[in-house]
């Protein structure tokens, strides 16, 4: 995505390139990896951090086109040759299928969240499907409040409308209403999964010119990749052709003229270059499959538990595990539905009658092994997964369903705009990814940050709820340098989540509104101080309401935890990540 941005406040707006930042805070602090970026052209700060995954294959499902939608995903059928559109990839009908996208961005304002920051615009590229729809990268729309895309050759722009936006596989599906826009069109076909040393062809709008533009290689790599937008982890290709800001969102072709992927990330390093990276087609069906079923993109899926090898003799043994496979359950998530059926000490040897190796691997292919996080993301959410387990010596078999991981401190917020709440000046908001970013992490402090790496939600809807900032007042003396800290009970009630604490301020009927903080910091205010000063306070800062509009929509509460919440801290970071250089693996 080729951006540009029209001065946005503190240079650190959540926007494509802060979202990179967001990750990097992420893994770069914690694990000091390597550097990929998106494909836009912002300013690169020395590029986006993320894990490296070991060099493994992996295997896909093949995939295949429903006619009647244009579009559709089969895993149960054999792995075939697509059936893309066939021809030279110099004929002009088939490049016309690859258009512009033009984006305007309005990202929210994390530390100020009751409002916008600056516009900016970008472009990137995106291609044709049919059913009237378009692929591109779902950075290449995020925040967007206007987007627009232009055929090849064509003056005219036509509005068109996000229809979904996989955040976790940096996919949006696109929509055009307008008949001119589809004349004469050819949608591409998605293609089969290449091979080692496959040549490929890069289509799109990448900087440096406005005509479209091809560049050509061959795939490096096929396995497991950080996805730097959702910070998860799916199949992609390395690849060596040039993938520059404005590509991302394009197609990438295979000598058949099958579309085999999407253009999203490159590899920036002073070590290595002309490192790109494509989404694989298997990933986009899966996303166009879950649209289909849900009306909606619902997530990959996760099992849920922290997992260790079993590459030593003496461990397998004292598991009582006979043959060199399995992996040993070491800590089972609390919203996972997996918590059910698994415990601690379990060795999982098989999902869904595949065995799983000592070091986390399926086969995959005829000679060749794949990380075991790959089988879970093909699911969908509330699909049922079969896992063959050993426990205490004993084989047997359960079952569990798979559902997206729940966040405790998520990487995008649902939704847009941060929920916020404002009592007498104190403004309290959700900890999340953005707002780590946007606050660095000096600012944050050392032990949210531990919370938001290596916490586990206890159950769903949790959130850590921090006082950001105070604005201040006389009613607020004493209290104006706090900041950026967590709020754990109000009036001794254990806050679970934003809407939480705002349903007990509003039922409270004490005379003191007591907020409790961690090491036994107290903030105090007064009830009926609090209620004639907080207009008076969003007047003086320009604030247009105390709270975020689904503050005000009345408080359920629906989670099962009434004890103390005490977040234990884990002894590995908490992603989407499958495999770590430490031997443990996220499920």
């Not at 390395?238 to 999203?264: L, T």
């Not at 105070?470 to 340098?481: C, H, P, W």
């Not at 003086?540 to 977040?567: K, V, W």
Request: glycine share 8%; charged share 25%.
């Amino acid at each position: 995505m080729h951006s540009k941005r029209r001065a946005i406040k503190r240079g650190s707006s959540f926007n494509s390139e802060t979202s990179e930042e967001m990750q990097g805070v992420y893994r770069k602090k914690l694990t000091g990896r390597s550097k990929v970026k998106r494909s836009d052209s912002l300013p690169d700060r020395g590029g986006m951090e993320i894990g490296q995954i070991q060099s493994m294959s992996f295997k896909s499902p093949v995939m295949q086109r429903k006619d009647k939608k244009g579009f559709g995903y089969d895993p149960k059928k054999p792995q075939v040759s697509g059936s893309g559109p066939s021809g030279n990839l110099q004929d002009s009908t088939f490049l016309n299928a690859v258009v512009k996208v033009y984006c305007t961005h309005t990202a929210p304002d994390y530390s100020l969240p009751w409002q916008k920051q600056r516009q900016y615009t970008s472009t990137g590229s995106a291609f044709m499907i049919g059913d009237g729809k378009l692929l591109t990268n779902a950075h290449c729309v995020e925040h967007g409040t206007q987007v627009k895309v232009k055929r090849r050759g064509d003056d005219t722009k036509f509005v068109a409308k996000v229809l979904a936006r996989g955040v976790e596989c940096d996919i949006a599906l696109l929509s055009v209403e307008s008949e001119d826009f589809w004349k004469g069109a050819e949608p591409l076909r998605l293609g089969r999964l290449p091979r080692l040393q496959d040549a490929v062809t890069v289509v799109g709008y990448p900087l440096g010119g406005d005509t479209i533009s091809v560049t050509k290689g061959v795939v490096s790599r096929i396995e497991v990749t950080s996805y730097a937008h959702g910070s998860s982890d799916l199949l992609g290709i390395q690849i060596d052709a040039a993938i520059n800001p404005g590509n991302s969102g394009g197609p990438a072709f295979n000598d058949e003229g099958e579309c085999i992927g999407v253009a999203f990330q490159v590899y920036r390093s002073e070590e290595a270059e002309s490192i790109g990276y494509v989404i694989l087609t298997t990933v986009v069906s899966h996303f166009l499959e879950d649209y289909e079923r849900n009306g909606q993109y619902t997530g990959f899926p996760c099992l849920g538990v922290l997992l260790q090898k079993l590459e030593n003799p003496a461990l397998r043994a004292s598991l009582k595990v006979q043959s060199n496979e399995g992996v040993l359950v070491r800590r089972v998530e609390p919203t996972s539905a997996a918590n059910n059926v698994l415990k601690e000490g379990d060795v999982i040897v098989s999902f869904d009658d595949v065995h799983v190796g000592c070091e986390g691997t399926v086969p995959f292919r005829s000679a060749e092994r794949i990380v075991f996080h790959y089988l879970i993301s093909q699911k969908f959410a509330g699909d049922v997964a079969e896992l063959g387990i050993i426990r205490k010596g004993t084989s047997m078999k359960v079952q569990t369903i798979l559902n997206p991981r729940v966040h405790l401190v998520p990487y995008h917020i649902k939704g847009g705009q941060p929920s916020y709440l404002i009592i007498a000046g104190l403004v309290f908001t959700p900890l999340s990814e953005p707002l780590i970013a946007e606050e660095r992490e000096d600012n944050i402090g050392l032990k949210l940050l531990v919370k938001a790496r290596y916490s586990l939600a206890k159950f769903k809807g949790e959130q850590i709820v921090i006082l950001s900032q105070v604005l201040a007042n006389e009613v607020n003396i004493g209290y104006e340098e706090m900041g950026n800290q967590q709020v754990l009970k109000f009036n001794g009630t254990p806050i679970k989540n934003i809407r939480h604490l705002a349903y007990l301020v509003d039922s409270c009927k004490d005379r003191y509104l007591v907020f409790e903080f961690e090491d036994n910091f107290l903030a105090v205010l007064e009830r009926e101080a609090v209620a004639s000063t907080t207009p008076r306070i969003l007047k003086d800062y320009g604030i247009p309401s105390e709270r975020s509009s689904d503050l005000l929509e009345p408080y359920l509460d629906s989670s099962e935890c009434d004890q103390t919440i005490n977040h234990d801290i884990c002894d590995s970071p908490v992603s989407n990540m499958e495999i770590g250089f430490d031997g443990l693996l996220w499920a």
